[in-house]
Each structure stands twice: as C-alpha cells, then as structure tokens.
C-alpha cells in the first residue's frame, strides 16, 4: 500500500467519522476514523467538521479579457475556490469573444499564473458563432483542441434556428456539449425583470416566461430531432421544467441547470428597484420556484451552476432600467444551496450530485467521488459557522448579489486540490 | 394633520385620511389662486429644484407656479441643460443636487423607480412628478381634486380610463386613488395596450369601449403615444379612434352628468373627438387650475412637514 502524504482527521462524511488518506495529490482511502499513526504524513485535524467533494461550477463570467474592472481571471478563481469550487466553466462573452483558440490559451496561461503551484481548474467555454453574432460558425476543433469544454452563445442566444442547427451539428462533432441560453430575442425585447404582477405595479419593462420556455421547446424538439445532447442554462421557470420533463421521458439527451437565486427569491425582490435583483433570466414567481424544487427532487434538474455575473458598483447603482443583468455568485452559492439542504427542501444526496458528479459527467471534468485514485479536490466545511456576505468577505471584485448584508450560515474553512492546500 | 412624509413616490403611500387631507389644503390654496394678488410668503426662504430629466412643459410650469405663488424659489434643471448631458450617471445628478442644498426636489424621470433612488440617497423632500412607466402621484391626486370639487366625495362613482393603459403611469396612480376614495375604476383598451396581469388589478377591465361607457360618472382619457403603432402594438391611428378614440356615441351611453378629463396634451381626433374635448362636460381645463393647487399644497406639507 503507497505510504499516505496527508491524511484528514475525523471530518464527517455522510453522517459518519472518518479519516481521509492522500497520496501523490489522490484519494488514497476513506476509511472509518482511527488513531493510526501515518509515519511522515501531515496530519490535519478536522474534528467537526465536514468533508465536501468539491464543487464545479458550469456556468461562469470571469470577464477576462476586456471587462477586467468587473472581475479577472485570477479574482474569479479567488472567488471560487474559497467558495468551495474545483472546476470552472466560463463563458466566451468577453471582449475579444473566445471564438478562437488563441482566445482560450489566453485565458488558459492566466488562470496558470493566478495558481502557478495549481488551484481551481478553468475550463472555457467556446463562442457557438463568431463573436458571438449568430451569422457565422466559430472555429469548434480548434478551440475543442485548446481546452474548450462546451460551446455556448450565452448572453446572446443564436436567434436562427438554422445557424442554431448547424451549430449543434458541428458541436458535437468535437464531442464536447452544446450549451443554450434558453431565450427566444423576438419574445424578449427587455431582459432582467418577469412579466407578471410585479413588473406591472412597478411599471418595469419585462418578458414572460414563454419567452424561456419557447426556446426551451425549439432546442429540445432538436435536439430529439438530431439525436444530439443539449445542455440548457439557467432554467428558471415551471413552463421550461415540464417541457425538458416530457422531453426527458421521450429519452431526448437533455440536461439542465438552475441557479440558487431561482430557488431562494421571487420577483417579489424586485420591490424597491434594487438593481441587484435584476437577473437573466428573471427572478419568477413561487410556483415557479415550488417546481424548481420539485424538478431537482425526481431529476428533471441535473445540476446547478451560479451563472456567476460579476458587475463594477457604479454599473448597477443606476436607473433599474439602464442597469446591468447579473449576480455574482461565486461567494455566495455554496451557503445559499447549503441552506436547502439545511430547510430539508432538498436532500444531501441531491446537493452533492447537483453541484459534482453530475456537472463533472456532463461535461468530462475531473471528479473525486472519493474513491482510490479520484483527484484528492476536497473541502472542509463548518455547517454552523456565521458570515455576513459584503464587501470584506467577497473575493469576487463583483459585489452585486440581493444577498449582501445577509448573514449566511456554512463556510470552507480550508480547500484541498489534488491534495494541496489552497485556503 | 401633522405630515409623517419625507417623499411623495406613489400615492399608494397616503392613507384615504391624508389624500383627504390633502384635497382641503387644495381647496384653501384654489381660493388664493381665484384672488387677484395670488402671491402670499408660505413659503419664503424654502427652495425647490425642478429636475426634470424627461420633457414636461405642462408639469413643470405647473410646480414652477405652485412655487412662485407660495414665495418658494424654484430653480430648473432641466433634460437639456449641460450638467445633464449624456454620461453623467443619476447618482452623480443626485450628490450634485444634494450639494446645493434644496429643500425639495420634483422629480420627472424617464425610468421607473428613479425617484426611489434619489428618496434613498438624499435628505431632502422628492416629489416624483412621474416616474418611467410607474407612478405620477401629483396627476392622480389632481384628477381627484377636480372630481373632489365637483362631487364633493368619489364614494360610489364609477370612473373609465380609456387608451393605453400598458404604459400609463397616470393609469396606475389613479386606479389606487381613485380605489382608496371609494370609487370603481374600469380600464378599457385594446388588449395589447393593456398590462399583463391586469385580471388581479382592482378594476374591471373592458376590451370593447362602449360596454366600457356603460353608467359610468367619469371617463379620463389617456394620450397615446403615437409610436405605439412602429412598436407592433396597433394597425393604425384611424383603427384605433374608431373602436377606441371617446366620441359622442360613446358619451351617451354614460350617465347624463358624466364628466370627461384628459391629462393633456391631447391627440384631438385621435383618443377624443375635439369638440368633446371643448364641450360642456369637459374638466381638461379645470384639471390644469387644480393642479397648480394641489402642488401648492403638496410642496406646502412636505416642506413644511415636522422634521
Ligand atoms: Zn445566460
């Protein structure tokens, strides 16, 4: 048996004490807890604490290159990895696109030099179109090669169903998913708020949830159509989870994603236009919050992602209307969904699919379900620990979330990635 | 009454009692406008900003006057003014206001909430003069005047508001005061001018203008923006004053003494035939006196309010 590097001392793992074994920068074994001694290995006491695989996040906007005032590279990966995170998917909406390779090995050689010793892995996503305009195909292979894990337009949703076809076909002959913001442009003329009775009290221009659910509809009838795997962002509302419901049962390969925002707030937020409220898509209703929840229970739901939206202060402290979508979640996630589990509105097993094997096996990422040889990627976590989320705690240098102020319950008090220590 | 207010945002914050309130400090301040000096010192020494950020003539020689008439000075900045020029952010408008110190700042705004956000930032009185798509207090509370001066109590009236409801933060204000004083407001207007959700407002809602008419005491109409038609959201004009535009047929099918408002400036001929606009019935002229009233007595009870 290879000699142990590290070993964790009495964490919890589903609800039992155990003691973790690394070596070379994997799991070596979980086992019950004991007082063995490991001769020349650094011994962590973890008494009380619990043990996390870590996370992946899918669904990120790191802003490098072009918007660096609202996040880089390097702070994004700060942000994740106190948050819990291992692997993280970004999107190509910066500035260039990522709709080329030279684009990807960029953002590839900046997370390398924010973590020269390693930390979070950063997996980008490639443009679906260039420069993300919905005319044209973005160069798939050639970005596929240079470390692109999906291909998306997200932000600005291929508005052809043609081009969108074509996209997919080309996607998938990379092997690597197709990603779509679900959300039809022609139903959508103004983004961030829910048509319904608040929008109407507040006088706000806002969109429907047909114009989710509709392009909801339009990718998965391709996707059964071309017998193609589709993975759909940020679903929001109960019209789209009965869609990819049905869908799922005719056996289209179809997954799907939802943020914590959707589960924990309705439009009812929006009261006081408080610009930090406003998201794409929109915050909805209870009922459609009810059937988020429902649809994470029986699997309709795979995972969940933050679609982390970092924005500068001055950006969001502006007329609702002229201000920006976005919520910058990667600070914030693991506490908000921890407290689902915590109400016993979503169950422990669910959580740890939601945010890591499912993700990591949509998307062929590394994985550590804690078996002999998984990547030693873990945290340790103090479930009862109080913090209040504002601007000293955030490592994002995005501070726009309707969470801020609050106190959140649940935090990592340290992170391993290949069974280095980073926080 | 002793005013509790800081801002006037929407008149969903007054209770029926301060509206009420509100209609008699109205009626005082109406009689001085009927006096031939209609200058009395109220308000000497106070100073009030007109900022307003989307162009209003009516509104803003309105609250220009209700000031002047009460010794207040008023000062405007106004959407073509430098120091509003295309890049300086409302918040930078709001500290730069702030800095000179007024006592109160009216507030027009292209956007919803935006006198919200001036409320939070800043110490003294906002008076939103109408807000984006939602709220335009001082129009509502006007309308109510007017109805006040004529029925003395709006308890059991029936009252139409006609046209485009969707965009209309006149609509808005008014269905909560009119609702607050006891009376019942239907909305009528072709469906794609109506907002989503409007089942759960309180006001029954009619697609079809003459049942619409049916009985009713009052009917405002709205001004349409004539761009409706470029957004896809009506044929035409001519479509829209034969099914929707108010006319004499329309007229009769109200109760005899039915009184017919307009917040101005009117499309004549296209929501009102013109000489319904000048008939008998008519109370767009009166709407203007009221208001330059009822902003007397709003700028009179938040600036003077106990602090
Ligand atoms: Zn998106």
């Known amino acids: 048996m290879t000699h142990p590097e590290l070993v964790i001392r009495k964490a919890v ?40 695989p870590s996370l992946t996040d899918v669904h990120v906007h790191l802003r490098e290159p072009g918007f660096e005032y609202k996040e880089d590279i390097a702070s994004g990966l700060k942000a994740a990895v106190h948050g819990g995170f291992s692997n993280i998917m970004c999107m190509a909406n910066t500035d260039p696109v990522n709709d080329n390779a030279v684009v990807t090995d960029e953002m590839l050689r900046k997370a ?44 600005l949703p291929v508005k052809n169903s043609e081009l969108f076809r074509r996209a997919m076909e080309y996607g998938s002959d990379t092997g690597k998913p197709v990603i ?40 998965l009838l391709m996707a059964e159509y071309l017998d193609m795997h589709i993975h759909l962002a940020h679903i929001s509302c109960r019209k789209s989870v009965d869609l990819i419901a049905w869908a799922k049962k005719r056996g289209v390969k179809v997954t799907a994603e939802t943020c914590p925002h959707y589960l924990l707030l309705t439009e009812e937020a929006l009261h006081g236009y408080h610009s930090d409220t406003k998201v794409n898509p929109p915050l909805r209703t209870a009922d459609d919050v009810e059937a988020l929840l429902a649809a994470i229970k029986d699997g309709t ?54 945010w890591t094997t499912a993700p990591c096996e949509t998307f062929d990422l590394p994985l550590n379900s804690f078996k002999k040889g998984d990547p030693a990627d873990f945290f340790l976590f103090d479930p009862a620990q109080e913090w209040v989320l504002d601007s000293a705690s955030m490592h994002s240098k995005g501070k726009n979330t309707p969470f801020r102020g609050q106190t959140l319950k649940g935090r990592v008090i340290s992170h391993f990635l290949s069974g280095k220590k980073i926080v | 009454m002793e005013w509790r207010h800081k801002d006037l945002l929407d008149v969903s914050q007054l209770s029926k009692e301060e509206v009420q309130h509100v209609f008699e400090t109205a009626t005082y301040f109406q009689e001085i406008n009927s006096r031939p000096v209609k200058k009395v010192p109220t308000l000497k020494g106070h100073s009030v900003v007109l900022f307003f950020a989307e162009a209003s003539t009516r509104t803003k020689t309105s609250f220009d006057m209700a000031g002047k008439r009460l010794s207040c000075d008023t000062f405007s900045l106004a959407k073509s003014s430098s120091s ?103 909305f009528c207007g072709p469906r794609t001018l109506l907002p989503p959700q409007i089942k759960k407002w309180d006001a029954e809602v009619y697609t079809d203008l003459s049942e619409a008419c049916k009985g009713v005491d009052a009917i405002m109409c709205l001004r349409l923006q004539l761009e409706r038609q470029q957004d896809g959201l009506l044929p035409d004009l001519r479509e829209y004053s034969n099914y929707f535009g108010l006319g004499h047929k329309q007229i009769e099918l109200a109760k005899p003494d039915v009184k017919i408002m307009h917040p101005g400036p009117m499309n004549r001929g296209v929501e009102i035939n013109s000489e319904l606009a000048d008939c008998e019935a008519s109370l767009v002229l009166d709407q203007v006196a009221s208001g330059v009233a009822t902003r007397m007595a709003l700028l009179y009870l938040y600036l003077t309010r106990k602090k």
């Not at chain 1, 679609?307 to 969001?316: I, L, M, V």
């Not at chain 2, 006609?162 to 407001?185: C, E, F, P």
Request: overall charge negative.
């Open chain 2, 84 to 186: 509003l020029t295309k890049g300086e952010t409302l918040k930078d408008t709001a500290l730069t206001l702030e800095a000179m110190n007024p006592d109160g700042i009216v507030i027009r705004h292209w956007a919803s909430g935006a006198a919200q956000f001036l409320a939070e930032r800043l110490d003294c009185s906002i008076i939103n003069a109408g807000d984006g798509r939602h709220a335009h207090p001082t129009q509502a509370l006007l309308d109510g005047f007017t109805l006040y001066q004529e029925w003395g109590s709006l308890a059991g009236k029936t009252i139409l508001i006609l046209g485009d409801i969707a965009h209309s933060r006149v609509a808005r204000s008014n269905l909560i005061l009119l609702n607050k004083m006891g009376a019942k407001v239907r």
């Open chain 1, 180 to 219: 779509d913001h679900c959300e039809d442009p022609y139903l959508a003329p103004a983004a961030g708020v829910n048509e319904g009775e608040v929008s109407s009290v507040l006088g706000l221009a806002a969109q429907p949830d047909v114009a989710e659910a509709t392009q909801v509809a339009r990718d």
């Open chain 1, 112 to 155: 390398r030099a924010a973590f020269p010793e390693g930390g979070p892995r950063l997996f980008p996503i490639g443009a679906l179109t260039k420069g993300l305009k919905g005319e044209e195909l973005a160069p798939m292979h050639e970005m596929a090669e240079a470390g692109c894990a999906a291909f998306s337009n997200d932000g």
């Open chain 1, 301 to 354: 739901i795979d995972m969940f992602a933050t679609d982390h939206a970092p924005h500068a202060a001055h950006e969001k402290e502006v007329e609702f209307m002229q201000a920006p979508c976005g919520i910058s979640g990667l600070d914030s996630a693991l506490s908000l969904t921890w407290s689902l589990v915590a109400d016993g509105k979503i169950s422990f097993d669910d959580f740890i699919r939601m």
């Open chain 1, 13 to 52: 793992w589903k609800g039992e004490e155990v003691d973790l074994l690394v070596a070379e920068g994997k799991i070596l074994e979980v086992k019950p807890s004991s007082d063995t001694m490991y001769e020349g290995a650094e011994i962590v006491a973890a008494k009380g604490l619990m043990l996390m």
